[in-house]
Structures are given as structure tokens and as C-alpha cells.
Nanobody
Framework: VQLVESGGGLVQPGGSLRLSCTTSSGSFSIYDMTWVRQAPGKGLEWVSSIDKGGSTTYYTDSVKGRFAASRDNAANTLYLQMDSLKSDDTGMYYC???????WGKGTLVTVSS
């Protein structure tokens, strides 16, 4: 399963971005999906997970109320809507499938004025 993230960029504090994660795999809908990030010089941090059908989502405490994960199984795409961004949200964002068996190469988010 090949995963490709997009949507990262430079945004000011308080701004918004929407990340996408797409795959050409026809099996996208059978996987629970996860967003993981890595801040500069730090380890991997789990951000959010969403179940196969998109009805259940989970978030790390630091992003609750600001980030929203969703998915469009017909389009084989996972999303992460990120609002009220903070400098601490800066990092590389990865999507992963099947409990981390498959990973994308990431998209960089930089929150800075």
C-alpha cells in the first residue's frame, strides 16, 4: 500500500491547514488510519486515528478541539483538518495504515510568524 501525503506548508500561528493522504490501493477502506508527526529533533508522536468507516476518531490531548480527522473511502483519501495552529504543531506529518505497517513519506507543516 503506497501512501502519499500532501497539504503541508508554512502557516502563521492561529491559521489552518488541511492535510491529505491518498493511495491508489483499492484496499484503503479496510484499514484503520493514523496520523503521526515528528517535530524537529524529537521522536514520533501519535496525533490521531480514525476507524475504517470514519465514524470513530481519536486524538492526542494537545490537538483535541483543534484537529479533525476524516476520510473519503470512495476517493481513497484520509484528511486532517488542522485549525488554530500553534508553533508546537510544527513538524513532519505522516499517515499510516494497518497499525503502522504502511507509511507515507510525510508532508512538512511549519507554523511560524
Amino acid at each position: 500500500v503506497q501512501l502519499v501525503e500532501s497539504g503541508g506548508g508554512l502557516v502563521q500561528p492561529g491559521g489552518s491547514l488541511r492535510l491529505s493522504c491518498t493511495t491508489s490501493s483499492g484496499s484503503f477502506s479496510i484499514y484503520d488510519m493514523t496520523w503521526v508527526r515528528q517535530a524537529p529533533g524529537k521522536g514520533l508522536e501519535w496525533v490521531s486515528s480514525i476507524d475504517k468507516g470514519g465514524s470513530t476518531t481519536y486524538y492526542t490531548d494537545s490537538v483535541k478541539g483543534r484537529f479533525a480527522a476524516s476520510r473519503d473511502n470512495a476517493a481513497n483519501t484520509l484528511y486532517l483538518q488542522m485549525d488554530s495552529l500553534k508553533s508546537d504543531d510544527t513538524g513532519m506529518y505522516y499517515c499510516a495504515a494497518d497499525g503502522g505497517r504502511y507509511w507515507g513519506k510525510g508532508t512538512l507543516v511549519t507554523v511560524s510568524s
